[in-house]
């Protein structure tokens, strides 16, 4: 089954600090993904990458910056958090061989901003 | 903008009936339509999925009705257990292999025994 492991698991940040969310995949998949959740808003889609190298904005890019250093690791930056980016933030991995995309999430990362 | 709209919010129906979860989109080249639930404290996890080849798609209890015309998808819960109280997305995507994936913003069900 994959495997899709975040860290920190909770995160308490300072408003105008910088913040790095960490996620590793171990099912080899090229996709991988950025969601924060809302209450009202479900999940939306931040940032996301084709694989090593590579970074596409999603719906809601501001304030954000990814990483995809390896087939592995994709990253998470806000570089001057804000209390608007207390949240929790999932990743997800995928991949689109046959007939269907298939997101494996991980855990969440609880985020406050204060 | 929201490209997946999902309705209701929340909804509650008795052990035993069905439940309907209901769901809209604008972008006329999404052509993958999954459904995720997530449980209290755990992660989103795909629960059925359907590509408008076919309107229906079945598992078990849970069928999606799919209306490209009106560029609407529903998802329903036959025999409703509470077991199934959880809550529900719906998503899109466009492509096949379209590594953009799009939520809509969620339906809390509640199934009371």
């Known amino acids: 089954e994959a495997a899709v492991t975040q860290s920190p698991r909770n995160k308490v940040a300072v408003t105008g600090g910088k913040v790095t969310l960490s996620c590793n995949q171990t099912?080899?998949?090229?996709?991988m993904y950025w969601y924060r959740q809302d209450t009202g808003h479900g999940l939306r889609l931040i940032h996301y990458s084709y694989g090593a190298g590579s970074t596409e904005k999603g719906d809601i890019p501001d304030g954000y910056k990814a990483s995809r250093p390896s087939q592995e690791n994709f990253s998470l930056i806000l570089e001057l958090a804000t209390p608007s980016q207390t949240s929790v933030y999932f990743c997800?991995?995928?991949?689109?061989?046959?007939?269907?995309?298939?997101?494996?999430f991980g855990a969440g990362t609880r985020l406050s901003v204060l | 903008q929201q490209q997946v709209r999902q309705s209701p919010q929340s909804l509650t129906v008795w052990e035993g009936e069905t439940a309907i979860l209901n769901c809209s989109y604008e972008?006329?080249?999404?052509?993958?339509f999954p459904w995720y639930h997530q449980f209290p404290g755990e992660s989103p996890a795909l629960l059925i999925a359907?590509?408008?080849?076919?309107n229906k798609k079945e598992d078990g209890r849970f069928t999606i009705f799919f209306n490209k015309r009106e560029k609407k998808f529903s998802l329903h819960i036959a025999d409703s257990q509470p077991g199934d109280s959880a809550t529900y997305f719906c998503a899109a995507s466009a492509d096949y292999g379209n590594e953009k994936i799009t939520f809509g913003a969620g339906t809390k069900l509640t199934i009371k025994p």
């Open positions: 099912n080899n998949h090229n996709n």
């Open positions: 972008d006329s080249t999404f052509d993958y």
């Open positions: 997800a991995s995928g991949d689109t061989g046959g007939s269907q995309n298939t997101l494996y």
């Open positions: 359907i590509r408008p080849v076919s």
